[in-house]
């Protein structure tokens, strides 16, 4: 396994640090990407931060009303599957 090169940067008066270009494209962080920041015992961890707030099924189960008799999974397999077709068909 090789060793990957020692990267620096520094804080601005601003307390703001400027990622390597190496490290924003391999993560793909463009302008406006927003991170989470965690203190670790070892340093500071930056990770992407979610682009949804988590949920649990209780809380958005529902949330699309549908008024008509319900379907069976036989009419909702065959309507992905037609939908899969439509979407990948080729000319």
């Known amino acids: 396994m090789s060793a990957r090169p020692s990267l620096s940067t520094t804080v601005s008066t601003k307390g703001q640090v400027i990622l390597p270009a190496s490290v924003r494209k ?3 962080w463009r302008a406006g990407t927003r991170l989470v920041v965690e203190d670790t015992a070892d340093g500071v961890l930056l990770k992407a931060a979610p682009l949804f707030a988590p949920t649990r099924v209780e809380d958005v ?3 699309l009303p549908y008024s008509g008799k319900p379907k069976t999974i036989k009419e909702m397999n065959a309507a992905v599957l037609a939908e899969a077709r439509r979407r990948y ?3």
Do not use: P, V
Request: proline share 0%; charged share 45%; hydrophobic share 35%.
């Open 26 to 28: 391999a993560r793909d």
């Open 61 to 63: 189960f529902g949330s």
């Open 89 to 91: 068909a080729r000319d």
